[in-house]
């Protein structure tokens, strides 16, 4: 398709007046009269069963309403909470009930919620609930968890395993006994706490003799929390309203229906009122699930000429708790583990392991950040390996443009890509042999600069609905309504609810591209089950690869129609009208014709249209493309670890990403600048740290550090344009470009500046604390 017009158009987004000025509605700001306001009460204990719930001091407490626990609420559940198939359908897993009922798993877990007239009253009269816990061993760790005799967290599956499941394609022993050379390491993927600028809310509203309920969640995904709640409090699904408004970020952390969704459903059914839950920083790092704590040991297989030739990973997974609704979901990352090379075989193994921790699910990424670290670590290691510059071994590897469209071992087929053009302008822009006399010169002074490389693809546009209902167990498409009123103003509705992206905006440069309506009179509506009551919501990075083409596609069919009626109101052959700009002419005579305002005043008098055809200008598309999209880049960081106090500054980060035509390059860039802070945290600050015991310690912003404006450099972005040739639009995806992409940067730049230690991996976060004791293990002593 070519770009033109509003398609390509750095064009400000809509969303952020009322975002930036504080005007936006989030799910606190929304007014009801009789509200009640829920607290929940969390588990202390790691792993305890529980004895008793004395309430009774409780509910005499002022503004208390009700008191409800696990018991009380059982019975009412129609079912436990959902887990999806995500690639391992034979896992073992617990029923999960939104609210602990004889024993907890977790510090975080609810056991019981208190109803009052204010949120400080239900706060107060929680602390007077006495629960009597018989406290059990708690085991956090991965490997310790599997260990013969350590404590079992669900009694009924026999031990803390969930799967132990192989992705394996080619002659792994061949590829090793080919090998000149072999390396073993352990990569660890820290757990991470998602920070939204806005942790979740819910409010509830249940109108009894109309059996009907309407949900405001701070949610990714309103249609599926619609369908959940339906099937688990027994209320038909039409008459379930879910309306997603300001989200305030998400990174995948909104993605679950979670616990408080239920309970305060749950609750309005009960008390006949509205009900509010909003949650607490505090609440919120314990509580909303958290992303990664996997454990990658690898076994490399290569030719000294630095051909990678077989890898041997094994991915193990800490689930926490339970098995959360999409938590396999991060067993992709196998699947993926490729990355952008060639090679002969691939024997893969994936392990999850139940532990005393909050549950693990989908954050930022899911799966190919982890496989991205692993890859592009794997590159470095092999470079290292046999004196071979990184980015010679990464040529040598490359899948090449002539071998696209390139399927994988593991079957996977990337739709296009050049990933050798993206390196080649990314290595131009930072001056890549200067840079390495620099750093050569720098080390002679005492400085140590390193350079670290990521040639990364991504997986975007989860979508083929065939695919992934075998996969995930989900058929998932894209969807679109496009409609253009009497007035010639036009309303979008999609399926995806956008928690920062910018869908508002760039939708509507879709819609006016196709039909010619200005921009500014297309409305975007989103994330409310009753506008738009199908729909597979926003996660993956698939948003516009799937429900920006079914706009594309519902524009088209509507400028088709347009046509038509224009070549009825011409008194002309419909062959010999065309359609542009918003209006519809005979051929050669484009000063006689009809606007797309005039074609749809006639659209709704239907006395003025062709005989036989409906009134309206309306169409609706459900997208299902034939595969998946592939993104690609080359980021580049430069760093300097201070040899007196271990600290790390990046001291440049140029990055070239290739996300197929972009819509808006504003937007584009907008998003990987916050992915790339994003990455930058986990290879340096951010952190989940549990004790022995359970107790998560860095529950706090003081505790669990965040990049800030200081710790980022200015970017230097560039672009490629590789269309995707599985949708029209050409497009790709890039919301989770920029994560994927540079936590593996920063590392192998990292590493590459200690390697005058003699450093050749570090477990992130690389904090100075750790890099400072690598460089003086021996001393301060250089190889």
């Known amino acids: 398709m070519a770009i033109s017009q509003m398609v390509g158009a750095s064009v400000k987004r809509r969303e952020d007046p009322r975002l930036v000025t504080g005007t936006g509605s989030y799910v606190d700001d929304i007014a009801q009269t009789a509200v009640v306001h829920m607290h929940v009460i969390r588990s202390s204990e790691a792993h305890a069963r529980i004895l008793g719930i004395e309430t009774a001091r409780a509910k005499e407490a002022d503004g208390v309403i009700a008191i409800f626990t696990g018991k009380d609420l059982k019975p009412e559940f129609g079912a436990p909470l959902p887990v999806t198939v995500c690639f391992v359908p034979d896992k073992k897993y617990p029923n999960h009930y939104p609210v602990a009922i004889d024993k907890v798993h977790y510090v975080g877990e609810p056991v019981a919620i208190v109803l009052a007239s204010s949120r400080a009253a239900a706060e107060d009269a929680g602390e007077r609930i006495d629960i009597k816990y018989e406290p059990l061993p708690a085991v956090t760790d991965i490997e310790k968890a599997i260990e013969k005799g350590a404590p079992i967290l669900h009694e009924e599956l026999g031990s803390n395993l969930s799967y132990d499941t192989k992705f394996a394609a080619g002659d792994i022993e061949a590829a090793f006994k080919e090998a000149d050379i072999t390396i073993k390491q352990r990569l660890v993927q820290q757990r991470l706490i998602p920070i939204a600028i806005e942790p979740r809310g819910v409010l509830a509203d249940y109108k009894t003799f109309a059996n009907k ?301 196709v039909l010619g309506i200005p921009v500014e009179d297309i409305d975007v509506q989103h994330g409310d089950t009753a506008i738009g009551p199908m729909g597979m919501d926003t996660y993956g990075s698939r948003s516009t690869a799937l429900d920006g083409n079914a706009v594309h596609i519902s524009s088209m069919k509507v400028q088709e129609k347009a046509r038509k009626i224009a070549a009825h109101l011409l008194e002309a052959a419909e062959g010999d009208v065309v359609y542009e700009n918003g209006k519809a002419f005979v051929k050669g005579t484009p000063s006689k014709g009809v606007t797309i305002q005039e074609i749809a005043v006639a659209a709704f008098q239907t006395s003025r249209l062709p005989k036989g055809m409906e009134g309206g200008l309306e169409a609706t598309t459900f997208f299902d493309p034939t595969n998946f999209v592939w993104p690609f880049g080359a980021h580049i960081a430069v760093v300097e670890v201070d040899a007196e106090t271990g600290a790390t500054k990046i001291l440049r980060y140029v990055a070239v990403d290739d996300v197929g035509n972009r819509i808006n390059p504003m937007v584009v860039d907008g998003q990987l600048h916050g992915g790339i802070a994003q990455g930058i945290g986990q290879a340096l600050f951010e952190e989940a740290v549990y004790d022995e015991s359970g107790q998560l310690r860095t529950g706090s912003l003081v505790d669990y550090l965040i990049p800030t404006a200081s710790d980022v450099p200015s970017y230097e972005l560039a672009a490629t344009v590789t269309p995707s040739p599985v949708n029209p639009l050409g497009t790709k995806g890039v919301g989770e470009a920029g994560t994927i992409a540079s936590t593996p940067a920063v590392m192998n730049a990292i590493v590459d500046a200690l390697e005058p230690f003699g450093v050749k991996d570090i477990d992130m976060p690389a904090t100075p604390q750790k890099l400072w004791a690598l460089m003086h293990r021996n001393g301060g002593t250089k190889r």
Not at 269 to 296: M, Y
Not at 408 to 426: M, P, Q, V
Not at 435 to 457: C, D, N, P, V, W
Not at 466 to 486: D, K
Request: charged share 20%; hydrophobic share 40%.
């Open 213 to 513: 309920l309407t949900v405001w969640s701070s949610t990714q995904i309103p249609h599926f929390v619609k369908v959940w709640l339906a099937v688990i409090l027994g209320i038909p699904e039409s008459n379930v309203r879910v309306v997603a408004p300001e989200v305030g970020g998400g990174f995948g952390s909104k993605i679950r229906v979670y616990p408080e969704e239920i309970l305060t459903a749950l609750a309005s059914r009960k008390l006949g009122r509205p009900v509010k839950w909003i949650e607490d920083r505090s609440e919120n790092t314990k509580a909303t699930h958290h992303g990664r704590d996997q454990i990658w040991d690898v076994e490399i297989a290569a030719k000294k000429d630095g051909t990678v030739l077989g890898l041997r990973p094994t991915q193990w997974l800490n689930l926490g708790g339970y098995c959360s609704q999409f938590g396999t979901f991060q067993v992709l990352g196998m699947l993926v583990a490729q990355g952008a090379y060639k090679m002969k075989a691939f024997d893969g193994r994936a392990v999850g392991v139940f532990t005393n921790t909050t549950p693990t699910d989908a954050y930022r990424g899911a799966g190919r950040p982890e496989a991205t670290y692993l890859i592009e670590r794997v590159m470095d290691l092999v470079a290292r390996e046999t004196g071979i510059d990184p980015v010679e071994v990464r040529r040598k590897n490359f899948v090449r443009v002539e071998d696209q469209p390139f399927t994988t071992l593991l079957g996977l087929t990337y739709d296009s890509g050049d990933y050798t053009i993206t390196l080649d302008k990314a290595l131009e822009m930072v001056d890549y042999k200067a840079l390495r006399r620099e750093q050569a010169e720098k080390r002679k002074q005492g400085k140590y600069i390193g350079i670290g490389l990521s040639t990364y693809i991504e997986i975007c546009g989860l979508g083929p609905a065939g695919a992934t209902q075998a996969a995930v167990g989900v058929s998932l498409w894209g969807m679109s309504v496009v409609n253009v009123h009497f007035t010639g103003k036009a309303t979008v509705i999609i399926g995806s609810s956008p928690h920062g992206q910018g869908h508002e905006t760039t939708y509507a440069q879709v819609a006016s591209d």
